[in-house]
Structure formats: C-alpha cells, structure tokens
C-alpha cells in the first residue's frame, strides 16, 4: 500500500510508541489500520461501538471493536474521524502483522482487509461531534490516562 507522508509519519510514531491503532479518512470509506494481530476465521464479526468519555472537562472519544470470538481493539479518534463515520455507510478494517515501511510503502508480514457495514447509530455520533464542538475535549491524554485507570479491562 502506497503510503502519503503524513500516513508514514502516524505509523513509524505508532511503532515508536507501541500503540496499535490509527484512523485515516479516505474519500472513500473510513479506515481503521491495526498493527498487531488479524482475525483468522472466515467471516468474522466484528462490532464497533463510539463513545466520549470525560472525566473533569477533559474528553476523549474512543472507538471499542470487538472481532468477536478472537480480541478487542481500542480506537482513539477525533472529531474529524467521527464526521467520516457519519458520511460513510461502509468501514474499512485493514490489519497489518509486523509492519514495516520500505520505499514509501506499508509491507506487512501477513495483512487482511474486511469492509463491514457501517451499523454505528448516526444520531450518537452527531451527539458526540455537537458535544465536542461546544465544549472541546480539554486534555485528551488525561482522559485517556483516566479511562485507563478506570477501566483495566475496556468496556468492550
């Protein structure tokens, strides 16, 4: 997969910091990379699910995807990655084992891609976008460091 610049830099700072997800937004349908593990059954089901959490003003909005039967992934996202869920009907998951970036380009050791219907409840998202207009999300690493203390097992 050929790779822009800003795409390259979000995963070499993913692989630096060891964390497993990014969103992208195409012209297309939105997609969630993963860099770690890849669903192995055949058809597997996948449920999604968007939420803000705060905690003293501070915000941040996660996404919880659960392949059912095999792992769960957390999604850190903004509100411009939330706008791309509403316009879209489809999502496109793209798991990517041992990534490497080579000439510009995502090398993977094994990859896999699943489009599934976008099932996400469009009228939440609007709220969760209004939410954040009106108020701003404050310090999102403190949010997440407080979902994290809150949560050791995510609400998947």
């Known amino acids: 997969m050929k790779l822009s610049q800003d795409l390259e830099e979000k995963i070499n700072t993913l692989k630096k910091f060891g964390l497993f997800t990014i969103t992208v937004k195409t ?6 990379f993963y860099f770690g593990d890849m669903p192995y059954s055949e058809v597997p089901i ?6 803000l959490y705060c905690q003293e003003k501070n915000c941040v909005i996660l996404g ?4 059912i039967g095999e792992f769960k992934m ?9 706008e791309e869920l509403i316009r879209s009907d489809k999502i496109l998951f793209y798991f990517c084992v041992d990534p490497t970036i080579e000439n510009h380009e995502l090398v993977c050791e094994k990859e896999r891609k699943i489009m599934i219907n ?3 409840d469009k009228n939440q998202l ?31």
């Not at 012209?27 to 969630?32: C, F, G, L, Q, V």
């Not at 996948?46 to 939420?51: E, G, N, P, S």
């Not at 957390?74 to 939330?82: L, W």
């Not at 999102?140 to 050791?152: G, M, R, W």
Request: charged share 30%; proline share 5%.
């Open 27 to 32: 012209d297309k349908e939105p997609i969630i």
């Open 46 to 51: 996948i449920h999604l699910r968007v939420f």
């Open 118 to 120: 976008n099932s996400l």
């Open 126 to 156: 609007r709220k969760i976008k209004e939410s954040v207009e009106k108020n701003g999300l404050g310090d999102t690493e403190y949010a997440l460091a407080s979902y994290y203390q809150d949560f050791v097992e995510p609400p998947c």
């Open 74 to 82: 957390e999604i850190k996202m903004g509100v411009e990655f939330v």
């Open 64 to 67: 919880c995807a659960n392949i």
